[in-house]
């Protein structure tokens, strides 16, 4: 197992009943920055990220479109999924989907272990079933349908009717359970984050753990029981256990399970109680560690209304890139949302914040220092002489937004990371206003001083830089290849971003950072 020198992280995997909107974008970008800035910490780093293929609402889809259901998955997963990963410029180090032969062999093998040392029994069950969530609710997890549906009991997530199944399946021992999950929350407060979903989860668990049932004979797409041929697993157990099949679990090769394993798991809240309970106990049967750490991160709300297709209020991810580019939808929704909170998006908002803070704030800021060491010195970079009180508050700020950003990084909150970096951006467009370095080239005997303030706003700008770079990993390789600092921006310390010390010579930029948006807003219609 991991010796802690290691950081794996993962998303989730993603049902491919339909294409992404920007709900599940989120999710891999926070993911990716997270799995990014520990890379450029000198981290051994894996960042995971999948499709989730089989179950009931998967062959409904498939029939419905009359294709078979692998199919569908190919379709879904060739068309929509992985070029999502590109259009947010997510650097994933593998992809598994769950018809993969290698998790099909993995999870057999796991489950063959738990038959085997007792932990499952068959037996007949019949409760209310969710067909979108592939889940048995609970009476506390259903409300009272309306409009079409008024009279139902209905999903409190989807708003669709549940349905009544009874079936003979075979159960996971998930009771066993109760104790050992609680005794793991109460030793480890830090491994369901944040707080308010930790105390959901624990309640939950407090108010008394079923045994779970986990395979289904009513339809046969799935990876089929290995001692019952007639039944297939049921979706959530399956899928649950990508996280170590793409490690190498039950193949010949699992040094990088070895290696690896456990993982930080970052999920949206509505399926944090499936990765915070089911799967700790499989771990827990099965004698495996359990995950290092579970994030289940708020809801994009539209309108105040949680993401949803069916609902309408699902956005492709390319209508905002195709407008503001992958950098800014990336900062965007890690610097306007609390992680961990919900977060309202709207395009006035994106818009407002793309013009302010990278336009007119990051992007001028990089374009006129620039400007300035090309026309005043002829793009050498001067050699800083006597420090003034200012320019060493420029360096003590560029050391300190360092630090707490990385700590903010430590503790999972890349909004304040990035708020803290700006501090850093707004010091420097304040430093350059104060020290009026235009106003000093007009003076020869203000030659060094001249020298010295541009030197230290490069400083600082490459602090910037590399301390964003996760975050926006196009713009500040450009802005990195410009400053004339060589080499990948992507194998510079983040940790020491504040350790740069400039360049000899720098470039102009050829075109803005981030160039002005006319009509910003045309998403919307």
């Known amino acids: 197992m991991s010796d802690g020198s290691s950081f794996s992280i993962t998303t989730p995997i993603f049902y491919v009943n339909d294409v992404p909107h920007i709900g599940h974008a989120y999710t891999e970008v926070a993911a990716d920055v997270l799995a990014r800035w520990h890379r450029q910490r000198g981290d051994d780093t894996w960042l995971l990220t999948g499709t989730d293929e089989h179950g009931q609402k998967i062959l409904r889809t498939a029939s419905a479109n009359d294709v078979s259901p692998q199919e569908w998955a190919d379709r879904l997963v060739n068309d929509a999924w992985k070029p999502l990963l590109d259009t947010v ?7 598994i989907r769950t018809t993969d032969a290698r998790h099909e062999r993995g999870v057999t093998a796991f489950l063959q272990k738990l038959y085997d040392d007792g932990y499952i029994y068959a037996g007949e069950f019949e409760g209310f079933y969710c067909v979108g969530c592939e889940e048995y609710k609970q009476p506390s997890d259903l409300v009272a349908g309306t409009g079409a549906y008024e009279g139902q009991q209905v999903c409190a997530i989807h708003s669709i009717p549940v349905e009544v199944l009874s079936e003979r399946n075979y159960f996971f021992r998930m009771s066993d359970f109760e104790q050992p999950l609680l005794d793991l929350y109460e030793s480890n407060p830090e491994f369901i984050q944040p707080d308010s979903v930790r105390n959901e989860i624990v309640s939950f668990v407090k108010q ?32 649950l256990l990508n996280y170590v099949t793409a490690l190498g679990y039950g193949s010949d090769d699992d040094e990088a399970f070895r290696r690896l394993w456990p993982s930080v798991h970052v999920v949206g809240k509505d399926i944090a109680r499936f990765h915070a309970v089911i799967w700790p106990a499989m771990l827990m049967a099965a004698g495996l560690p359990v995950p290092k750490r579970v994030f289940g991160h708020g809801w994009l709300l539209v309108g105040g209304e949680k993401m949803s297709k069916s609902k309408l209020t699902g956005i492709a991810p390319s209508e905002i890139t195709d407008t503001f580019g992958s950098d800014a939808f990336r900062y965007y929704f890690l610097r306007a949302i609390t992680f961990g909170q919900d977060g309202n998006f709207s395009w006035e908002d994106i818009s407002a914040r793309y013009q302010a803070e990278l336009a007119n704030g990051f992007g001028n800021l990089a374009s006129r220092l620039l400007a300035m060491i090309e026309k005043y010195f002829g793009g050498t970079v001067p050699a800083r002489g006597d420090l003034s009180a200012s320019d060493r508050a420029i360096d003590a700020l560029a050391q300190s937004v360092t630090e707490r950003a990385d700590a903010a990084i430590a503790g999972f909150a890349p909004h304040d990371a990035i708020t803290t970096t700006w501090e850093l951006v707004d010091a420097l467009n304040g ?3 104060e020290q009026q370095p235009w106003a000093l080239a007009k003076d020869d005997a203000q030659r060094e001083r001249l020298g010295t303030v541009l030197a230290t706003a490069l400083r600082g700008l490459g602090t910037v830089a590399v301390l964003v770079s996760p975050v926006m990993p196009k713009a500040t390789e450009k802005l990195w290849a410009a400053i004339g600092a060589g080499g990948s921006i992507a194998e510079q310390r983040v940790d020491r971003a504040w350790e740069w010390q400039g360049a000899s010579a720098v470039t102009q930029l050829e075109s803005g950072l981030f160039p002005r948006i ?4 045309q998403g919307a219609a």
């Not at 006319?518 to 807003?521: N, P, R």
């Open 89 to 95: 410029d997510v650097a994933n180090d593998d992809f």
């Open 208 to 239: 008394g753990l079923r045994d779970l049932s986990i395979s289904r004979s009513s339809f046969d797409w799935g990876i089929p029981i290995p001692w019952d041929k007639d039944h297939v697993l049921y979706v959530w157990f399956d899928a």
């Open 518 to 521: 006319e009509q910003a807003e």
């Open 431 to 433: 430093y350059i206003t």
